[in-house]
Each structure stands twice: as C-alpha cells, then as structure tokens.
C-alpha cells in the first residue's frame, strides 16, 4: 500500500502524541518524586505541599499520579493537625479520582477516622440552617428568618453547646449541599434544620436534628399550632436539643 502525504502527517500526529504522553507522566512522576522526598527524607512538610499542588495544577490529566499526590498531600495537611484541609483533600479523591480504586480507598479510610475524630470533638456544636419558607411568599420568609435567628440565640444560650453564627449559616439558604458537605464547611458535628408553613391564624412547622458526618437522622418532630404559641415551640425545640 502506498503512504500519501496525508496518512504520514497522521502517523507523525499519532507517534509525537504519544511521545507527548509520555514526557507528561514522566515529568508528573518525577515532581511526585521531589515531594515525597521533600517530606519522607528532610521533613519539609510546607514544600512536600508545594510539590504535590503541582502535580496537579501542572498535570491534570495524570489522573494516577494526580491521586497519589493528593493523598500526600491529605497526609501533610493531617501531620501538620490541619484535620480541615486533609479532609477536603481526602474529599477530593473520594469524588473526582474514583476509577484509582487503591488511592480512593484508603483515601475513604483517612476520611471515616477524620469524622470519627471530629464527631468526637464537635458532638456538642451545632449548625441551625435557615427554615424553608414552605408558602414562598415575603412575609412568611421574613418570619421564617426570624424563626431561625430566635432559635439560635435560644441554643446559644445552653452553654454546653456550641452554636454556630446565622452570618455564616445564612449562605446555605435553600442549598443543595449535603449535611457532611456542610459540617466540613463549618466544622460542626450536628446540623438543625427545618421548614415552615403558614395558613391562615396556624403555622406548621418541622424540624430535624442530623450527624452530619452520616446524615443519621438524630431527632425530628412535626409541630402545628396557633401562631401565637411560636414561642412555645422555639422553646420546645431548644430543650429536645
């Protein structure tokens, strides 16, 4: 068979393609190498971190290798006891590397003793997300919001808790962000929230107590009452907690 022009220009194409392959994953390889040896050999935490954001800043497409920084990169994050970020990166693997069975596995198991670990630790703080406003109109919203900001200040008043602020709850206003999403966020082991329905003189309202490391469903109760006896409720709710 005769080679044309065209089929040589897509032979060349294919061949320095591959060439280019290569000396990616060799050059991702080595700038893991530099960070492991960076942190296993001289105990540079801060530049073994460097390194390992390189990995994938520089070679995204190296999944394999990508992972594998990444892991070392949680690892760096857990000795320098900065739980927050190792579980993030943990976090990553688990949702963007998965097809790296071996790095996203035991990426799981660093995540399971990191929860663990600040379930032990944040058992007493709790989050109050903003209550759904059911009915979606202004004046119940206002209501709802104010509902939310009544129940906190009555939470914050047990002092064996520890209450998150609604300046940094009220950004996960109809969110769609998972519980365990939300308490790495904000550090907490348990998240309150609710809904709220307004019909005429009664309101109807529900609220659910959640471990935010599991999604366990803790507590949870349906209350339907006069809107007079709001404070009732606000009270009730505080106690159970």
Request: net charge neutral; charged share 30%; hydrophobic share 40%.
């Amino acid at each position: 068979m005769k080679l044309t022009s065209s089929m040589l220009i897509a032979i060349l194409s294919s061949l320095l393609n591959i060439s280019g392959i290569a000396s990616s994953q060799e050059s991702a390889g080595r700038l893991y190498q530099s960070g492991l040896y960076k942190e296993e050999v001289h105990g540079d935490l801060h530049e073994a971190i460097i390194m390992y954001k390189q990995v994938g800043d520089k070679f995204p497409k190296n999944k394999a290798t990508v992972a594998k920084a990444l892991f070392r990169l949680g690892s760096c994050y857990e000795k320098l006891e900065n739980r927050d970020d190792a579980l993030i990166t943990f976090q990553r693997i688990v949702d963007g590397y998965a097809e790296e069975k071996s790095v996203a596995n035991k990426a799981k198991e660093r995540l399971a003793f990191l929860f663990k670990e600040r379930e032990m630790r944040n058992s007493k703080a709790v989050a109050v997300l903003p209550f759904k406003n059911i009915n979606k109109d202004e004046e119940t919203e206002f209501f709802s919001d104010g509902f939310t900001e009544d129940i906190i200040i009555k939470l914050s008043q047990i002092r064996s808790l520890r209450i998150t602020s609604r300046a940094s709850t009220m950004r996960y206003k109809n969110t769609a962000k998972s519980g365990r999403e939300i308490g790495l966020e904000l550090g907490v082991g348990n998240i309150l929230d609710g809904s709220l329905y307004r019909t005429g003189n009664r309101i109807r309202i529900s609220a659910q107590l959640i471990r935010a490391s599991s999604d366990e469903l803790l507590w949870a109760e349906l209350y339907e009452k006069e809107f007079g006896d709001i404070f009732v409720i606000q009270s009730d709710v505080a106690n159970q907690i």
